[in-house]
């Protein structure tokens, strides 16, 4: 839902920043006691994360930009907050939502995306 803005995504090759502008995924998380799954699933590719809460845990993004990152998540309110510390500074993202609507903030180096996902009724 929404337009992307790919101009700043300097390090990902261009073949990749026009597919992942195309596509509308699907987002499902779970929340098992301390322990969430977060699936993002597309037609090019899907991303599975599967991790405590308020534990830092190795995350290999390699599916999506091709990096590794020391990643901890945590609620802090009604924001679930993720803090990715690697070779990108300033990087995470936070889920939130608002009626029917899960809100995606994701930041690097001082660059914010933001996508809205509609609830599948």
Not at 2 to 21: F, P
Not at 78 to 89: H, P, S, T
Not at 93 to 112: F, S
């Amino acid at each position: 839902m929404g337009k992307r803005d790919s101009s700043n995504w300097t390090d990902i090759n261009i073949a990749l920043r026009k597919i992942v502008c195309l596509l509308r995924p699907d987002k499902e998380i779970i929340q098992n006691g301390n322990r969430m799954v977060i699936r993002t699933l597309t037609t090019f590719r899907n991303y599975v994360m599967d991790f405590p809460l308020d534990e830092e845990f190795e995350e290999d993004l390699s599916a999506v930009d091709g990096r590794k990152c020391r990643t901890t998540v945590r609620w802090e309110g009604d924001y679930l907050v993720c803090i990715q510390n690697g070779e990108k500074a300033n990087r995470g993202w936070k889920h939130w939502l608002e009626g029917d609507l899960l809100h995606l903030e994701m930041t690097v180096e001082g660059v914010i995306c933001k996508q809205i996902f509609k609830k599948v009724k």
